[in-house]
């Protein structure tokens, strides 16, 4: 009998929140190891939410129109290679996709880090969710000490490595989350010096009295109407590093912005941040967080689903902002 992939594909563009029925699991046949390249089969998935952009046409990283299988990065195992750097039995970190088994040329799986402990790790805190948050908050915005810092959805993936990554740096860090739990586990986790409830209270008023002389830094990764809000916030000379549209991803228009006037009177620094651009200090990020990970400085907890078909559900959470830490799903 030809072995089989099994494969999440979206079935249906979504308008709105996507729902689990709007993606089907499928069997295809198993891809056959390539000239010089590998044959893996997926062990950890990563889900984020720039995949909705992915969904919706509007991501640099390309698109998914129904009847095509998921894009998404993995840790992987190689199981047949023809390519002698990469070989059985390795752990790769690839694009592998929502499905059991993928292909690849062999400069498109990286072998994982021998010493990186745990293989989610690096999908997670030292995978492209860390090397974002330490882009954004270090090498973009320069957060020092005495920084006054706020992070949205600072729970999240992004947000909760962005967080500890400022608090190390001796910044103060104000944090904004979905709900209490969420905020109780940020003020005792996170190192958030107050963490806003933005079910429960007035952001514009609860940042008034927590900044009274202004937000230093402000690291969007929802965009909407916080972002206005924020800014009216923003201490003069105050930076914004872009980074993400949590609130705008499941919806078609985009949201305005704040009024140039407003950035203009603050004299801002406004960035934008796109992680490709420093996946060359990749490495580098590594040798500098591995040993703050292994003292227990940082750590991220990681919202695990187990099975390939728990993959779409897992998603549509993340999507309703209802997931705790870095999304992903695990496989036999």
């Known amino acids: 009998m030809m072995p089989m992939n099994r494969q999440v594909i979206l079935a249906e563009k979504p308008e709105g929140v996507p729902t689990p029925g709007h993606f089907e699991l499928r069997e295809a046949p198993r891809p056959v190891t390539p000239a010089s390249g590998v044959l893996c089969r997926?062990?950890?998935?990563?889900?984020?939410?720039?995949?909705?952009?992915?969904?919706?046409?509007?991501?640099?990283?390309g698109t998914v129109t129904p009847g095509g299988v998921m894009g998404g990065e993995t840790v992987s195992e190689i199981i047949d290679s023809?390519?002698?750097?990469?070989p059985p039995g390795r752990l790769v970190r690839c694009m592998g996709g929502w499905q059991e088994y993928s292909v690849h040329a062999a400069g498109e799986a990286h072998l994982l880090d021998e010493d990186i402990d745990s293989p989610s790790h690096a999908l997670s805190i030292l995978g492209m969710t860390g090397l974002t948050a330490y882009a954004g908050m270090i090498w973009q915005a320069g957060v020092e000490a005495g920084d006054r810092v706020l992070i949205p959805a600072v729970t999240g993936a992004v947000g909760s490595a962005a967080a500890q990554f400022c608090a190390l740096r001796g910044a103060e860090v104000i944090g904004i989350a979905g709900s209490e739990e969420k905020c109780r586990f940020a003020r005792e986790s996170l190192g958030v010096a107050d963490c806003i409830d933005r079910r429960a209270e007035d952001i514009d008023a609860r940042l008034g009295q927590l900044c009274p002389d202004g937000v230093d830094v402000y690291f969007d990764l929802v965009g909407g109407k916080l972002l206005h809000v924020a800014c009216t916030h923003l201490a003069n000379y105050g930076c914004i590093v872009l980074c993400g549209l949590m609130a705008e991803y499941n919806r078609a228009e985009r949201d305005p912005g704040p009024a140039p006037g407003l950035l203009i009177a603050k004299r801002a620094i406004v960035s934008g941040l796109v992680v490709y651009d420093f996946e060359t200090r990749r490495e580098e990020y590594i040798r500098e967080c591995l040993p703050l990970l292994r003292a227990g400085k940082i750590h991220q907890h990681e919202d695990?689903?187990?099975?390939?078909?728990?993959?779409?559900?897992?998603f549509c959470r993340l999507m309703r902002g209802e997931n705790f830490g870095k999304v992903l799903v695990a496989l036999p």
């Open 82 to 86: 023809d390519a002698r750097e990469l």
């Open 304 to 314: 695990v689903s187990h099975g390939l078909e728990r993959a779409p559900e897992a």
């Open 42 to 61: 997926t062990r950890y998935l990563s889900l984020d939410p720039y995949m909705r952009s992915q969904i919706a046409g509007r991501h640099p990283s």
